[in-house]
Each structure stands twice: as structure tokens, then as C-alpha cells.
């Protein structure tokens, strides 16, 4: 069997001229990286101003778990089907974080046959928008140490320096350092971090922003510390909004490259799904949607971080409405929530799979709160029996939401052609698309309000100094959506609780106003925003061969 990477590279890509022809792009409106890779150009996207939308379809999944869901690759695949099927369709992902790619996760750019390519380019360094958006992190963090140094004359209190530093990779030796040791000459001596580069405001501000004016402006919002009377000290206070937009320039452009089927796929931004919004660019999708009839996309990990996040900040902030959702569920995936351990999962075991339903059931219900058409996407695997795909179809029955079996990781997009032609229908089905919560609800209750309809927890708790940052923020910043970071493997903020927990107490272990991003950021139990490395790396395996093509990158 054939791994991703091998499949990816036998591939036969076509130039990037031709994939931005499909989507009548002309050869100059791009700006490409080598033959197979391009942004798309501003004056273009400007031009696309007014142009009626085509239909939006968010792909997301049940809980992750070692199993494998197969969220992006279903994405993929239900984008070469739509095509299949004579729709003009784009897909629209967010890059790949170095960390995860040589830590656990492997590559991100789906699998199989339904893969989008140049995979080894999408997982690595690709069009060096995760390097300027960590350039343009640094740079902020180099001149507020640097306005220090030089006299403060914004009386900035260095124990209320909030804004740390940033790296994509995985390293948790830098969770939390001293900086500016070795006397007068290194600056003022305080305590520090470094949290992974999409976990930082500035790639949220960057998957958020509409142009680059709009880009600066939430630039220059950003809050990165506190004078010593307790008032805010932002970007644009240093100065430093400028500089940071002029990094941000042409990472701001979506990046256009092609599915292994030739289709379009829109690949800008990434933003973590448990830490940040997980979503990719507003401005891809918006262009996408000029461009298209239908545009696939996908929120990270479960829907109870990353559906809730597309729909309730990325929604809300760009005013765009999904016209149908896809659930994806695997069944070793649900006999993982059943209590079968990984090694056992290749074993037929109805039970488990009807035990471990109860997790695709939460996020149905979830999902139905939102109003909008849904139906449940089975990512096929060998091992699958017809009792077990049989089980899962008449679990949705009962909820009345159909589950189609998909084939598109062995087939491609020919093994999707009947979810294609049901999210077709849905879409054209009236949506009563609605958010959680209202913008002037209060910013405690918001995260009540998630914890309670989303997760199913009795209880949420937090320290009162959280408590008392809330409150403080609510006059000026009440109205922002929260953003909620949360171990991804479950409801609650307990990794091991498997299927669908309730009546748990979520604790609030710290917030974060992102000002510039327009959101708070609620940080649940011991998430982290720097992960560290598992005990075997993938980057253990990740090398060249005698002929200089990556190996080990899935």
C-alpha cells in the first residue's frame, strides 16, 4: 500500500496557470511559487468586490482520537466530488504548523486519494506565511523590550508585559524563561515564554483580517502590556503596527494550489483549533466564494471546538453563513469511544460502536443548535464491517440525519459522489443559520453558555482574579465572542473522558483579551499554548532519500 507522500508525488500536477484558469484567474493575477503554487493577487480580490456568493459547506468531525477521523481528507474529497458532478467547487484549508508535522500529528494536507499537493511543500515551509507571521510576533515583542530599555516613556510596568514570543515548533523548555539576563547592556530583567506561532494574535488577526488596512488596524489593537497605573499599552502606542504590516504584506494573499483530482483548493492560515479560532482566512474564503459554486471548508478538530468557533467567531465576525454542515465519523473512531483500545480496533465489535455513538450523538445534537442542514460523512477504513457501517446509519436514522459511507481515501473523489449530491440538496434547503449567544451577553456567561449547551458541564469555575479580569474587560470588550481553549480529545477538559461526559465543572484556568483579533480567549484546565514533542517524535522518522525526496512525512 502506497503511503500519502508516495501518492501525493506520483501525482500529475498541472501548471498553477492552468488551476487559476478553472477558476477564471488569469496567469496575471497570481503571483506564483515555482510551477504547482501561487497567491492570488490583491488588485484581483479587490476586484471580486460584490460578486454573488456561491454556497458555503463547513466539514467538521467527532472528537479525534488515534483512531483517525479523516476531517481534511474528507474535505478534499467531497470537493473532487462536487466537481465530479458538475459543480464548480473550491476547497478551502488551513497550512500546516511545523510542530505538529514533526511532532504528532504528521503532515495536514489529508490522505489517500483525496489529498491536496505539493504535499511535502504545504507541510513544510510552502510560501513562508507562518515565518512572516512569527517575524511580524517577534518584531513586537523585540521593540516593547526595546521601548524599555530606552527610557519607557510609555511607563510600561515590565511585570505587566502580557505579549510573549513565538516559534512553529513544538518546545517545552520555553514554556516560561527569564529574559534580559547579563547586566544593563540586555535589557530589563523579567519573566517571559514563547507559545507556538498558531497560537499567536497575529495569525488570528491575519485569518480575520478583510484587506490591509483592516490588517493594521487590528494590528495596532493589540494589547501587549500595562503601564504601572494599569492602563493598556497597544501595538500602535509603539509604533509598531507599520512595520508588522509591511512583514504581513503578502502573507495576507491565499495561496492557490490543487487537489491530486486538479481541483482548486485555497490553502491561508492556521490558527490552532484548541488554543486559537482554527479556521483558515476570511479573505480565502470570501475569495472562494466569488469564485465558486460551492466552497468546502473545515473547522479544526471536533465540532465542539472547531464547528463552534467557525460558527460563533468566524461567522459572526465576517458575516458569512454556512448553507449545510458535514459531520464526519469513522467507525474505529467510535469503537475507540466504545472502550476498544487501539490495537483491538481492527476486530468487528457492534457493541462498541453503538457505546462509542454517544459522541457522534452529542455533536449532532450540538450541531442542530445552530440551525443549519446537516448530514454525517462515514470515512470508510478496510477494517470497517457492513454490521458496524450498518450500526452508525441507523443510530443517524433515529436522530433523522442520514449517514452516507465514503470511499474518497481509496477512491477519491468517486467515492464521495453521493455525499456530494446530498450536501447539494441540503444547501439548497432553507437554513436558519443563528449563533449561540448574542454579542451583548455578558463575557462570563458566554463561556457559561458554551460550557453548559456545547460541553454538558453542571459547573464552571475560576479563580477570582479570572473572575475579576472578566469584569474588567466587560465595559470596553463585552461584546466579543469568546474563544475557548480546550484539550480537543474531549467534551470536558479531561483528555481520558471518552465519549460524552456530563455534569463535570470546567475550570477557567486563565483568560487573554486578543483585541486586535476581536475575541477572548478562555483557557480551560492544562491546555497548553507551546505543546511539547511525544516521547517518538515523527521527526524521528522524517529524512531524504538518495535522490533528495522527503521521507517520512504523512
Request: glycine share 10%; net charge negative.
Amino acid at each position: 500500500m502506497l503511503t500519502d507522500i508516495e501518492i501525493a508525488r506520483a501525482a500529475a500536477r498541472k501548471n498553477i496557470a492552468e488551476i487559476a484558469a478553472r477558476l477564471d484567474i488569469g496567469a496575471g493575477d497570481i503571483l506564483p511559487y515555482g510551477h504547482d503554487k501561487a497567491k492570488i493577487s490583491r488588485d484581483f480580490i479587490a476586484g471580486l468586490d460584490g460578486a454573488p456568493p456561491g454556497r458555503l459547506i463547513l466539514v467538521t468531525a467527532i472528537n479525534p482520537t488515534p483512531a483517525g477521523e479523516g476531517k481534511t481528507t474528507t474535505t478534499v474529497g467531497l470537493g473532487d466530488a462536487l466537481n465530479r458532478i458538475g459543480k464548480r467547487a473550491t476547497v478551502c484549508i488551513r497550512e500546516a504548523s511545523l510542530g505538529p508535522n514533526f511532532g504528532m500529528k504528521g503532515g495536514a494536507a489529508g490522505g489517500g486519494r483525496a489529498q491536496v499537493v505539493p504535499m511535502e511543500d504545504m507541510n513544510l515551509h510552502f510560501t513562508g506565511d507562518f515565518h512572516a507571521i512569527t517575524s511580524a510576533h517577534n518584531l513586537l515583542a523585540a521593540m516593547i523590550d526595546n521601548h524599555i530599555h530606552w527610557g519607557n516613556a510609555l511607563d510600561i510596568d515590565p511585570r505587566r508585559v502580557t505579549w510573549r514570543r513565538v516559534m512553529d515548533m513544538n518546545d517545552r523548555v520555553l514554556r516560561d524563561i527569564v529574559l534580559g539576563l547579563g547586566g544593563p547592556a540586555n535589557g530589563t530583567p523579567r519573566e517571559g515564554g514563547f507559545d507556538i506561532t498558531v497560537a499567536s494574535e497575529v495569525m488570528a488577526i491575519l485569518c480575520l483580517a478583510s484587506d490591509l488596512a483592516d490588517l493594521q488596524d487590528r494590528l495596532g489593537r493589540i494589547i501587549v502590556a500595562r503601564t504601572r497605573d494599569g492602563h493598556p499599552v497597544t501595538a500602535r502606542a509603539l509604533q509598531a503596527d507599520g512595520a508588522m504590516t509591511v512583514l504581513l504584506r503578502d502573507a495576507l494573499l491565499p495561496n492557490l494550489v490543487q487537489t491530486l483530482e486538479n481541483n482548486p483548493a485555497l490553502v491561508h492560515g492556521g490558527p490552532f483549533a484548541n488554543i486559537a479560532h482554527g479556521c483558515n482566512s476570511v479573505i480565502a474564503t470570501r475569495t472562494a466564494l466569488a469564485l465558486s459554486d460551492y466552497v468546502v471548508t473545515e473547522a479544526g478538530f471536533g465540532a465542539d471546538l472547531g464547528a463552534e468557533k467557525f460558527l460563533n467567531i468566524k461567522c459572526r465576525k465576517a458575516g458569512l453563513a454556512p448553507s449545510a454542515v458535514v459531520l464526519v465519523a469513522t467507525v474505529r473512531a467510535l469503537k475507540m469511544n466504545g472502550g476498544v483500545a487501539k490495537p483491538d480496533l481492527g476486530a468487528e465489535n457492534v457493541a462498541a460502536v453503538r457505546a462509542g455513538a454517544v459522541n457522534l450523538t452529542r455533536h449532532i445534537e450540538n450541531l442542530r443548535l445552530f440551525g443549519v442542514p446537516l448530514v454525517v460523512a462515514i470515512n470508510h477504513f478496510a477494517t470497517d464491517t457492513d454490521a458496524e457501517i450498518a450500526a452508525v446509519s441507523d443510530i443517524c436514522d433515529g436522530l433523522g440525519v442520514r449517514a452516507i459511507l465514503c470511499r474518497h481515501w481509496a477512491e477519491g473523489g468517486a467515492g464521495a459522489e453521493a455525499l456530494a449530491r446530498e450536501v447539494v440538496r441540503l444547501a439548497a434547503e432553507p437554513s436558519d443559520f443563528t449563533t449561540l449567544y448574542p454579542d451583548e451577553m455578558p463575557l462570563w456567561d458566554k463561556i457559561g453558555t458554551i460550557a453548559r449547551r456545547i460541553y454538558r458541564a453542571d459547573h464552571v469555575e475560576a479563580p477570582p482574579a479570572v473572575r475579576k479580569q472578566l469584569d474588567d474587560w466587560q465595559a470596553d470588550h463585552g461584546h466579543l465572542p469568546v474563544c475557548m481553549a480546550k484539550t480537543q480529545y474531549s467534551f470536558s477538559a479531561h483528555p481520558a473522558a471518552l465519549g460524552a461526559p456530563s455534569g463535570f465543572t470546567l475550570p477557567i484556568r486563565e483568560v487573554r483579551l486578543a483585541a486586535g483579533a476581536g475575541f477572548v480567549v478562555a483557557i480551560c484546565g492544562d491546555v497548553m499554548t507551546m505543546p511539547g514533542l511525544p516521547r517518538e517524535p515523527a521527526a524521528n522518522r522524517i529524512g531524504l532519500d538518495a535522490d533528495g525526496n522527503v521521507e517520512g512525512l504523512f
